[in-house]
């Protein structure tokens, strides 16, 4: 692909500041709008920018495929690893009342841990999917 | 008023935008057009108070889907005629539009006894709803409604889902993962030489 | 006049799913069919946030000094479907692009003549 100038300037720009937005929209979806989905989507949207600005091997360079897939799986972990660990403590699954001193203190960690499971599947789901259709052109 | 005003300009814009895409046959236009069509629809989520699934909806369907389906076209793109000139002629046009009309006509017909909308004593904002919005904030302290309720109050839902993204990403990567075989598909000349 | 603005976005609700159905069903074009059917899943979005909406609400965040919200539920079903929906889209794209490499073609009708099966 040849390169153009205002493309990569301001995809430099941009790029930090969706990363940046979607760490907000991930760890401030309890006060505002947002949340793992969302937020799994708008970071995932950043690296697909970087990979269609600065060609797909550089975009393959900053996250390697078995990274992604064991990344995929992780979310699905953390979150299920939340629901065995209150099956554990002595709750029922995903009653997150169980993990902390009080009822609100233990529902935000589970809340937290539970989105952060979904944005980390999300992104790398997305990112899967996308490295799937864009390197499939390659010979 | 205004938001009444909005709500029925942003809907007109999407069904304009529909039909244009049903008639249209550049595919490169139609997959630009849904792109549109998204983008139409996440600011009618957010005039319809609906902010979380219009960050979703943007994010999505404005970005990553035509991100998908335009690579998905430099995948099949026809080496020699342009996409296709004209609807194949197995289909014949009138039994569709018949089909259509006919479900419409009563879907239409089952809207008569539908709550006028935004009416604040429909069936639908008087049962669990009203019980989210007490509760949610004493139960877990958190005051977005749809993330306690998403996390929280309807977890095991949410399981569910992130499973089936993950196993739809598996899929893919199981279908076209790899690099494409180097063998192009066979003609129906090779073929014959082949079997002779 | 109040029922028809009352009801028309149902009715638009309608409209656009007749026009995804119509889209599956009379096109030809694989790409195009799953265009279609991401009409009418969008259709079907807007019909269960329709019907959650409030007049007069405020988004279901929970602020002092507002007394009416609209409904947290359909937002959250929505929410999950959207993401889930462009998974199970990418799915189909990607035997779109099996079918491309094995038929040579991702129009319907000649598939069905290199099958015979018309």
Do not use: C
Request: no cysteine; charged share 15%.
């Amino acid at each position: 692909m040849k390169p153009n100038l205002i493309l990569h300037v301001i995809a430099k720009f941009l790029i930090p500041l969706i990363i940046l937005f979607a760490l907000y929209v991930q760890f401030h979806g309890d006060f505002g709008p947002g949340g793992g989905f969302q937020a799994g989507v708008i970071f995932s949207a950043a690296i697909i920018l970087y990979s269609l600005v600065f060609g797909l091997e550089s975009g393959e360079k900053i996250i390697p495929h078995h990274w992604l897939r064991i990344l995929a799986s992780l979310g699905v972990v953390i979150y299920a690893g939340v629901g065995i660990e209150s099956l554990f403590l002595g709750g029922n699954y995903l009653d997150y009342t169980i993990l902390g001193s009080n009822q609100i203190a233990g529902q935000h960690l589970g809340i937290l841990l539970v989105e952060l499971g979904v944005g980390i599947t999300v992104a790398a789901a997305m990112l899967i999917l996308f490295f799937a259709f864009a390197g499939r052109g390659r010979e | 008023m205004f938001d009444v005003v909005v709500d029925i300009v942003l809907l007109t814009f999407l069904a304009t935008t529909s039909v244009a895409i049903m008639r249209m046959t550049n595919l490169f236009a139609i997959v630009m057009l849904f792109g549109i069509f998204s983008l139409l629809s996440a600011g009618l989520f957010v005039v319809m108070d609906a902010p979380d699934v219009a960050f979703t909806e943007a994010a999505v369907g404005a970005g990553i889907s035509t991100v998908l389906m335009l690579t998905t076209l430099a995948l099949v793109k026809r080496s020699k005629a342009p996409y296709y000139d004209e609807a194949p002629k197995i289909h014949t046009a009138w039994l569709p539009l018949i089909v259509v009309i006919v479900t419409g006509s009563a879907l239409i017909y089952g809207t008569w006894d539908i709550p006028n909308f935004g009416s604040a004593d429909a069936p639908s904002q008087t049962h669990v709803a009203r019980f989210y919005l007490e509760n949610s904030l004493p139960d877990t302290g958190v005051p977005n409604t749809v993330t306690a309720v998403l996390a929280s109050y309807r977890g095991f839902d949410t399981l569910g889902e992130v499973t089936v993204i993950f196993t739809a990403a598996v899929a893919v990567m199981l279908l076209i993962g790899g690099k494409r075989p180097k063998s192009a598909p066979k003609t129906e000349d090779e073929e014959a030489q082949d079997e002779a | 006049m109040e029922f028809i603005i009352g009801h028309y976005n149902y009715w638009v609700v309608i409209f656009l799913m007749m026009v995804g159905l119509y889209t599956v069903i009379s096109r030809g074009n694989l790409v195009k069919k799953i265009i279609g059917l991401n009409i009418f899943q969008v259709s079907v979005f807007f019909l269960y946030i329709s019907m959650g909406t409030v007049e007069g609400g405020a988004a279901p965040i929970i602020a002092e000094g507002v007394k009416v919200y609209s409904n947290p539920l359909p937002h959250v079903l929505i929410l999950t479907a959207i993401v889930v929906g462009v998974a199970t889209t990418a799915l189909a794209l990607a035997l779109v692009v099996r079918i491309k490499e094995t038929y040579g073609t991702i129009e319907e009708d000649e598939i069905h003549n290199l099958d015979h099966s018309l």
